[in-house]
């Protein structure tokens, strides 16, 4: 998968996440059109399509097999998101993914992770009625207003590291962290989505698929190693506070070839802005050497647990 590089840095100090070198040259940001209202409807407007209970409205995603719609539900006016998905443009393999997508979601529920209500199935289509995150992506958010100040940056933060923690506890792992994937909803509170490459981990049985956003993986991913799980997203968050709090990612390159390279020296600027305490949590999250990252376990015997990092 692809992301966008999110805006450049300037007067920065030099770090490492225990190896050498450095990173240079960022890319900015490349701005999309803003997410717009919906238009009100005169009473001699032909009326949109229905799936089950839903009134289809406005298209606000689109993917090669999919798209999402915004929706509003015909008694009680909730307005969903609703991703529909042409079953009979995939393959097996596709197929097994998304159905192990929809049994992931249909197990959590927390307050700042995307609500899967419903699932509507049809011989061809699939139809998820999901919680519609009104404020859009953070990634847009960073692009509209820049970086974040570390108290706003801190409670958004707070908030995904909650959600991904109680993902873990469930043994699930997301795999696919970054700021496209983090929504908000009309009180800015995050809603972490996608969840199209995460799954079920035990420690007898390692994974071995390097998937979601290569400028968010974690080093043993380029190195084709195979890993626990939740090593994996903790690397990911690090890159994620690292965006917020700064406005562009530790880690870039013209070219896939070129941010392995960088990734795997494992080094990266901090901003002068950036406080001591933010400065050593990320250290904790940027660390090459995955049994030596932090935790976000919560058990007494657990050693470099995250959550009680002064900084959160």
């Not at 009100?40 to 993917?63: A, C, F, M, W």
């Not at 696919?176 to 994937?181: G, M, S, V």
């Not at 690397?235 to 390279?261: A, C, H, M």
């Not at 020296?265 to 901003?271: A, C, D, E, F, L």
Request: with cysteine.
């Amino acid at each position: 998968m692809t992301t966008k590089t999110p805006l450049p840095t300037v007067n920065e100090k030099l770090t490492e996440s225990h190896t050498s070198s450095h990173t240079n040259g960022r890319q900015e940001l490349s701005t999309r059109s803003s997410r717009t209202g919906m238009r009100s409807r005169s009473s001699d407007e032909p009326q949109p399509p229905h799936v089950g209970n839903y009134r289809l409205l406005k298209t606000i995603g689109k993917g090669n097999f999919a798209k999402v719609k915004l929706a509003r539900h015909i008694l009680t006016g909730r307005e969903v998101a609703i991703k529909i998905i042409d079953k009979t443009q995939l393959n097996p393999n596709s197929l097994q993914k998304l159905f192990r997508e929809v049994r992931i979601m249909k197990i959590l529920n927390h307050p700042n992770i995307v609500k899967l209500f419903e699932v509507i199935e049809t011989e061809r289509t699939l139809y998820l009625v999901m919680e519609y995150a009104s404020g859009g992506e953070v990634f847009d958010y960073l692009v509209a207003h820049g970086r974040m100040k570390e108290k706003e940056a801190r409670a958004k933060f707070r908030q995904i590291v909650s959600a991904v923690q109680y993902c873990h506890q469930k043994h699930i792992v997301h795999r696919d962290l970054k700021a496209e994937n983090l929504l908000l909803d009309a009180d800015m509170n995050i809603k972490i989505a996608d969840f199209g490459f995460s799954n079920e981990f035990t420690l007898a049985n390692k994974l071995d698929t390097f998937c979601g956003s290569p400028p968010y993986a974690a080093p043993e991913l380029f190195q084709g190693k195979k890993y626990n799980g939740p090593e994996v997203d903790v690397w990911s968050l690090g890159v994620i506070l690292y965006t917020l709090v700064s406005g562009s990612l530790p880690f870039d390159g013209q070219n896939l070839k070129e941010l392995r390279e960088r990734v795997l020296r494992g080094k990266y600027r901090i901003p002068f802005y950036m406080s001591t305490d933010c400065e050593n949590l990320l250290k904790r999250f940027l660390v090459l050497n995955p049994a030596k990252r932090g935790t976000l376990e919560v058990r007494e015997d657990a050693e470099n647990q995250i959550m009680k990092d002064r900084w959160i």
